[in-house]
């Protein structure tokens, strides 16, 4: 069965408003203040909490 009236723009945007895509958090290393995902090793230095640190492999 088809709809008997259009839906309007603004009632489609309205419905879809909580759609939109929500902005990552990062935090700042605290060894070498790079951006980095919380509660994850840092992707430039591969530190993780003051007594670990994560030997990071170097691409050639």
Same mark, same amino acid.
């Given at each position: 069965?088809?709809? /008997?009236?259009?839906?309007?723009?603004? #009632?489609? #945007? !309205? #419905? #879809?408003? %909580?759609?939109?895509?929500? $902005? /990552? @958090?990062?935090?700042?290393?605290?060894?070498? @203040?790079?951006?980095?995902?919380? %509660?994850?090793a840092c992707d430039n230095c591969g530190? /993780? =909490? $003051?007594?670990? !640190?994560?030997?990071?492999? =170097?691409e050639s």
């Amino acid at each position: 069965m088809l709809p /008997v009236k259009k839906t309007s723009k603004s #009632r489609t #945007r !309205t #419905r #879809r408003s %909580h759609h939109a895509l929500k $902005p /990552v @958090n990062y935090s700042i290393c605290p060894k070498c @203040n790079q951006a980095k995902l919380p %509660h994850a090793a840092c992707d430039n230095c591969g530190f /993780v =909490k $003051p007594t670990l !640190t994560l030997d990071l492999g =170097k691409e050639s």
